[in-house]
């Protein structure tokens, strides 16, 4: 069965701390995962894309990390501000066009001051 | 980069009636667009997807009466949802997926919080 399972559920830090989030998932085929931030009451927003061959991508303080051999992946947050509150959402999709994806539920990430 | 609108932002109707919702990209030809729905701390569930000219595509479960899709140009889906009930109170979001854009890519619209009282 196709899953995304994502930890911690949630989780909260102090403004300026580094925080990393993870993704586990059985999904077959494989063909890329993304990581979203979804601001309350927003749409998601897309963070980074990555292909089987990527193992690695950056965007700003965030970077992502792929692991397909493990099938994990992280998402790391640098130097977290405020506006970095939010669910960060690990999708897999499962077909080249892109158009099968497969949700986790996301972890709630507080940033206090 | 590319913009998904999506009207209204909230709603609120009453049990029976019927609520439209539009989804607009803005700065591209959308030839796919994605209807989800998500329910508080749960993950998007998508309902079904529909390309320019076509039928919808509904996934398992979802009523294609109750819930009717509508996608008649390549900037424009509208989702009905018909005789609403209470349980249909949810965030309805879509997403759009373009030719001229990254293969794999969808751009998610803002979403629509529907209350069905």
């Known amino acids: 069965k196709n899953q995304v399972e994502q930890s911690p559920q949630s989780l909260i830090i102090l403004e300026g701390k580094n925080c990393t989030l993870q993704?586990?998932?059985?999904?077959?085929?494989?063909?890329?995962l993304r990581w979203y931030k979804q601001d309350t009451g927003r749409g998601p927003v897309s963070l980074t894309i990555m292909t089987f061959s990527e193992n690695t991508k950056s965007n700003g303080r965030y970077t992502a990390t792929l692991d397909a051999d493990t099938k994990q992946s992280s998402l790391h947050i640098t130097a977290s501000q405020l506006s970095d509150s939010a669910s960060y959402i690990c999708?897999?999709?499962?077909?080249?066009?892109?158009?099968?994806?497969?949700f986790g539920k996301g972890t709630t990430l507080s940033v206090s001051s | 980069g590319a913009v998904v609108s999506q009207h209204p932002s909230w709603v609120i109707c009453k049990s029976g009636t019927s609520v439209k919702i539009e989804c607009r990209s803005l700065?591209?030809?959308?030839?796919?667009m994605f209807w989800y729905r998500q329910f508080p701390k749960q993950s998007l569930m998508l309902m079904a997807t529909s390309n320019e000219g076509s039928k919808a595509t509904y996934e398992q479960g979802v009523e294609k009466d109750k819930f009717l899709i509508n996608h008649a140009s390549l900037t424009l889906s509208t989702l009905t949802v018909t005789s609403a009930h209470p349980e249909d109170s949810s965030f309805y979001i879509c997403?759009?997926?373009?030719?001229?854009?990254?293969?794999?890519?969808?751009?998610f619209g803002p979403g629509t919080r529907l209350t069905v009282t």
């Open positions: 993704c586990n998932y059985t999904v077959s085929p494989f063909s890329n």
């Open positions: 997403s759009a997926r373009g030719q001229s854009r990254a293969v794999y890519e969808q751009y």
């Open positions: 700065d591209f030809q959308a030839t796919t």
């Open positions: 999708v897999v999709s499962y077909n080249q066009a892109g158009t099968a994806l497969i």
